[in-house]
C-alpha cells in the first residue's frame, strides 16, 4: 500500500501566513502539518509516499520532508491543481494498481487513520472513506455521505438540504479501480475534478465503499483560528520535557524546553513548548503556546499563541493573545492602551507597536 499526500494548493484563506511557504509547511505544536500526516501514514505501516505538490510549493515542501526517517518519498506535479480526482489522476503512473491513502495534508486526527487503514485491510471493501459527524448547518459546506447497512450509499458536495450529518473528513483509502472512475469525469462548477463524484461512480457500478467514524478530534485547518485550536488540542497531550537552561524560571504544568533553549527570569504556564535554540527573557509565556526553535522573546507576554522559527518578539506591552506569527518575524514596542494584541503576521514581517 502506497500514501497520497496532497500538498499543491496554495492556503490562501490563510494569507498573510501563506504568502512566502505553502500550508503544509506552517508549524502547528512546532511541527510542520505535513509531517502530522506523514507520521500518521508511517505508523500505520505505510511509508511509500507520492506528495502531489506544484512548481510553487514544490521546493518549500521537498525542504520540510528532508531527513523525515523511515519514509520514502516521490514527488508528483498536479499544477495548476485542478482537484482531487485530478490529484489521483496525475499520480496514476506511481501508484500503479496498488491500493492507496490519500491524505489532504492540511487535515489533523487526534488518533491517527490507522483504523481506517487496518478497516479497508480486513474487509475486502473497494474504498474506505473517514466521516466525522457534524451539525446540519455544518454539513452543508462539507461532503457528506450517507451511510445504509454499514456502506455508503451516496455521496452529496456541499447540499443545501443536507441528507446526513456525517461529513467526509481529509483521509480516503482506496484499490485500483477507482481510477477508471476518474476516467472521464466532467469537471464541477469551479473547474475541479471532485473525488466524490468518482466515488459515486464507484457506488453505482456496484463497488464497496465502507464508513469509519473518526473518534478523537478531528481538525481541518483552514483557517487561521483553526491552526491556534489545532495547535491546543495537540498541546493537551504535552508531557513535561527540560532540556534546555532555565534560570530563576518558574514553568508550571506540562513545559517543553527544548535543546539549546535558556529561559531566564520568566513564568511558563503550560501546556507550552520552547522550540531548539530560543530564548526567552524576563517574559510570561501562558498555555497553549508553541515558540519555534532559534527565536527571541524579551520583555514581553505571549498567551495561546503560535510563533514560527527565528522570530524575535522584543518589548511589546501588554499581552499578545490568540496570534499566528509566522517565520523570521520582527516585533518591537513599547508600552500602549490597548489589554492585548491579536496578530496574524506572515513571514519575514516587521512589526513596532508603539503608543
Known sequence: MKGLILAAGLGTRLRP?????????????????IHHAVDNLV????????????????????????????????????????GLAHAVQVSRAYLGDEPFVMYLSDNLFER??????????????NAVLAL???????????????????KITRLVEKPADPPSTLAVAGVYVFDARIHDMIEGLAPGAKGEYQITDAIQRLIEAGGVVAPVTVTGWWKDTGQPDDILDANRLLLTH???????????????????????AVVKDTTIFGPAIIGA?????RAYIGPFTAIGDGCEVRNAELEYSVVGNRSVIDGVKPRIQ?????????????????????????DESRISLHE
Not at 491517527?112 to 471493501?125: E, L
Not at 520535557?241 to 539549546?260: C, I, R, S
Open 17 to 33: 501566513i501563506t504568502s512566502l511557504k505553502p500550508k503544509p509547511t506552517i508549524t502547528v505544536a512546532n511541527k510542520p502539518l
Open 43 to 82: 505508523a500505520a505501516g505505510v511509508t511509500e509516499i507520492g506528495v502531489v505538490v506544484s512548481y510553487l510549493t514544490l521546493n518549500s515542501i521537498k525542504e520540510t520532508l528532508q531527513g523525515y526517517p523511515g519514509a520514502r518519498f516521490e514527488y508528483i506535479m498536479q499544477s495548476p491543481p485542478q
Open 112 to 125: 491517527g487513520i490507522t483504523t481506517f487503514v487496518d478497516r479497508f485491510r480486513a474487509n475486502g471493501s
Open 132 to 150: 466525522v459527524p457534524v451539525t446540519y448547518d455544518a454539513a452543508k459546506s462539507l461532503g457528506v455521505a450517507v451511510v445504509e447497512d454499514d
Open 238 to 260: 504535552l508531557q513535561r520535557d527540560v532540556q534546555g537552561e532555565t534560570v530563576n524560571a518558574t514553568l508550571v504544568g506540562e513545559v517543553v524546553v527544548g535543546p539549546g
Open 277 to 281: 535554540g530560543t530564548k526567552v527573557e
Open 322 to 346: 490568540a496570534s499566528l506569527i509566522g517565520e523570521d518575524v520582527v516585533i518591537t514596542g513599547h508600552d500602549s492602551r490597548p489589554a492585548t494584541h491579536r496578530l496574524v503576521v506572515g
